[in-house]
């Protein structure tokens, strides 16, 4: 298994609009398989501080996601949402 934890900084005049893209990502990801879990979570100190949690089979299930049409229509509109981004993977140990 392979968690993804994708961290952005949304700019405070855009988070509505970040709000409506991500609802859709997170409802079609999880759709697809091999999504273990896959959820949007709002910083409680920072409102405009969101952060996806990703849990994956394997690598091969990652990189469908990242070819699926929902995923290439909506992440690149994210770029003129957000002051910053991180995004790690990570393996349990």
């Known amino acids: 298994m ?23 990502l997170v409802r079609e990801s999880q759709k697809e398989e091999g999504c273990i879990s896959y959820n949007l979570f709002e910083d409680i100190k920072e409102s405009n501080a969101f952060t996806f949690i990703e849990e994956w089979k394997d690598m091969e299930a990652i990189e469908k996601h990242n070819k699926a049409v929902h995923f290439t229509t909506i992440v690149p509109k994210f770029g003129d949402l957000r002051e910053e981004s991180t995004v790690n993977l990570y393996k349990r140990v």
């Open 2 to 24: 392979i968690t993804i934890v994708a961290r952005s900084i949304i700019k405070k005049d855009k988070v509505e609009e970040f709000r409506k893209l991500a609802e859709e």
